[in-house]
């Protein structure tokens, strides 16, 4: 089943890979029960980008893939083959198949923007029509154009059993935070440890979309962590962030996630 533009821009998702992975297995399975695992305290997602974590390679939220192939509810493959056999496994697969491709350096000729790693994937289908995470864009491959796009390797998600739940569910304790000696913090570790803190976030108020309260806490941080992180952005071009406004948004963080806790206390660990 294709997915389009749109499904990408709502998934919450770390990587290229994961954005195509959430908008296709939406339309099978309800993702929300693999958020198990995508919670981090904001103590220790702004601590590790202090000390030199980079957004493009943080690994300290399960990727859903994994989380899904772990629950029995996916299973994928990878083959790093030449540019015809990659082609004929694409259009032999059921539509039901997830299929990525790396994108090699041809794919970005004559784009203003490209993907931060290396490793990019696209999404292509049996009709080779493909789908870019970053930058969004989508089009469609004829032989020529598809050996010359390809990267050398591509990675296949199947549907395994839609009837598998997850054994284990939220063992976390999400704890009461504060400020602690993020004074030296900078704008730009600030702006990708907002990142993080972000997707997470989202992926919780949807683990948690049957208990009203802790939803809708979550809810109002995730509009605020929104609201904070375009503004970063913006001031961050401009120039005109400034330690003192790092720190009031910070506390304001941090204010928020001692309500979630709240929250989450109140029910207790019964999920």
């Not at 913090?185 to 600030?190: I, N, T």
């Not at 949807?206 to 992180?229: G, M, P, Q, W």
Request: hydrophobic share 35%.
């Amino acid at each position: 089943m294709t997915i389009g533009k749109k499904e990408l821009t709502q998934a919450p998702a770390l990587s290229c890979i994961e954005y195509y992975f959430l908008a296709w297995l939406k339309k099978y399975y309800p993702i929300e029960k693999l958020y198990f695992n995508s919670y981090i305290s904001a103590e220790k997602v702004f601590r590790d980008f202090l000390n030199g974590a980079k957004y493009e390679s943080y690994t300290e939220i399960e990727r859903i893939q994994d989380t899904a192939e772990q629950c029995g509810v996916t299973v994928h493959n990878f083959y790093r083959t030449d540019a015809d056999t990659a082609e004929r496994i694409i259009c032999s697969q059921a539509d039901d198949t997830l299929c990525l491709m790396r994108a090699g350096d041809a794919f970005f000729e004559g784009s203003k923007r490209r993907a931060w790693r290396e490793d990019h994937y696209i999404s292509v289908d049996k009709q080779l029509a493909w789908l870019n995470e970053y930058p969004l864009t989508e089009g469609k491959f004829d032989r020529e154009t598809f050996r010359r796009a390809y990267g050398g390797a591509i990675l296949l998600y199947r549907l395994k059993d839609l009837s598998s739940a997850p054994k284990s569910k939220i063992t976390v304790t999400v704890d009461m935070q504060g400020i602690k000696n993020f004074h030296s913090l900078g704008e730009e570790e600030f702006e990708e440890a907002l990142g993080i803190l972000r997707v997470s976030r989202k992926r919780m108020e949807a683990f948690y979309a049957e208990r009203e309260k802790i939803r809708e806490v979550l809810h109002a941080e995730n509009s605020f962590l929104d609201k904070v992180y375009f503004t970063v952005h913006m001031r961050r071009i401009r120039g005109t962030v400034g330690k003192d406004i790092l720190c009031d948004m910070l506390g304001q963080i941090f204010e928020r996630e001692n309500k979630f806790a709240e929250a989450v206390s109140d029910y207790g660990q019964d999920m």
